[in-house]
């Protein structure tokens, strides 16, 4: 039977306590590639030592500050913006033939509309006026949103699933992968090493003031990890321990499974799943289940992702506190010539980039110990 009860969730004791390690990386003058994750006596003229400074948290976050070589970092940051730049251009040539389509199709309406009175003209030359207003402004919002590129499996923002994408994970990319396997294959206790095979990456580009909603990605479809690579700009990623609410949205009809083919189920397993979940959580207790606003806002954190860190979710952090950046423009975060105080200073954002890793199975099972986020097991119910 699958527990729905929050009360009985063993969370982890001072989830924010964490312990700081500095791990030495080889690397190889001859390709500049990390190369192991100890220095290495052997043949000290052909090799340099990089130092990474790692912080393990108790709820299972794992930041990894100066990941890459410095001079890796910047190119693989003008590699991004170089994609970005490719991509922004493509998308202002699709926008084009869209407007070329639009004036075509509005001169094709006056000319049909020319023997019409006055007054039906001018009606018609004001609604002309307002659709470009707020085509002007549509264009003005897409620019401060966040885009992005995927490679391998496609991420849904929708539904935070996947859904098939023929264009691989390119070698540039699948360096820094290569770069993080040792990493993983730590963490990894329970010896399953495919769910440290990272098959799907997602390149986000962060305007200024922009970010994203808070959420918890989808169990069955990823793994146990969720990795995201920052660049550029730093900034706050915020964390709070998820709730019923949460998991009301993360099982709402465009939430469900995908099928093995990457697919949505079709509508009537997807009314069935949410009818079952909603029965389910109206037969708790909710006075007890779900945290005043006083209890939920205390378990809200923020953790200043640096350029070049790299941030881990695994563990009670990856399946049950949802994870998100505020839309904002400025950011608190310590201050770093005052070591003595905990003295906060406001930070001004960026432009920022970032790669997200995720390890896709679209068959994949869960049976993680958060079951009330958790669609595998919610689906149990069913049965």
């Known amino acids: 039977m699958v527990n729905n009860r929050i009360e009985d969730i063993k969370w982890v004791e001072n989830p924010w306590n964490y312990s700081t390690r500095i791990n030495q990386v080889t690397i190889s003058n001859d390709n500049d590639n990390l190369s192991s994750s100890s220095s290495s006596s052997e043949d000290n003229s052909k090799s340099t030592i990089h130092e990474q400074i790692i912080k393990t948290y108790n709820n299972g976050l794992i930041i990894i500050d100066n990941f890459l070589p410095e001079d890796e970092y910047e190119k693989l940051l003008n590699k991004m913006k170089e994609e970005f730049k490719e991509k922004e251009e493509k998308d202002k040539e699709k926008e084009k033939d869209k407007e070329e389509e639009l004036d075509n199709l509005e001169i094709s309406k006056y000319k049909q509309n020319q023997n019409q009175n006055f007054n039906q003209n001018l009606e018609s030359n004001s609604n002309q006026s307002k659709t470009k207003t707020e085509t002007e402004i549509k264009s003005k919002s897409k620019s401060s949103c966040r885009k992005a590129i995927h490679y391998g499996p496609k991420y849904d923002y929708k539904t935070n699933h996947a859904t098939l994408n023929p264009i691989p994970v390119p070698k540039y990319i699948q360096h820094v992968i290569n770069s993080m396997n040792t990493h993983l294959l730590e963490l990894d206790t329970e010896n399953e090493e495919e769910n440290s095979k990272?098959?799907?990456?997602?390149?986000?580009?962060?305007?200024?003031?922009?970010?994203?909603?808070p959420h918890i990605d989808t169990h069955s479809c990823f793994s146990k990890f969720i990795i995201s690579f920052s660049l550029g700009s730093l900034i706050n990623m915020s964390f709070q321990k998820a709730n019923l609410s949460i998991a009301e949205k993360m099982f709402s009809p465009r939430r469900c499974l995908t099928n093995s083919n990457g697919n949505l189920e079709n509508s009537t397993t997807i009314t069935t799943t949410t009818t079952t979940i909603n029965k389910e959580i109206s037969n708790l207790k909710i006075e007890e289940s779900i945290p005043s606003n006083n209890q939920i806002d205390s378990t809200?954190?923020?953790?200043?992702?640096?350029?070049?860190?790299?941030?881990?979710?695994?563990?009670?952090?990856?399946?049950?506190?949802?994870?998100?950046?505020?839309?904002?423009?400025?950011?608190?975060?310590?201050?770093?010539?005052?070591?003595?105080?905990e003295e906060l200073i406001t930070s001004k954002r960026k432009e920022r980039f970032s790669i997200t890793f995720r390890k896709v199975d679209f068959n994949g099972i869960c049976n993680c110990k958060y079951p009330i986020w958790c669609d595998s097991q919610q689906q149990q119910l069913q049965k």
């Open 198 to 213: 990272m098959n799907q990456a997602t390149l986000q580009f962060y305007p200024i003031k922009s970010g994203i909603p």
């Open 300 to 341: 809200y954190f923020e953790i200043q992702l640096k350029s070049n860190s790299l941030c881990i979710m695994t563990n009670e952090i990856r399946f049950a506190w949802t994870h998100g950046i505020k839309s904002r423009a400025t950011d608190l975060i310590p201050n770093s010539n005052n070591k003595e105080e």
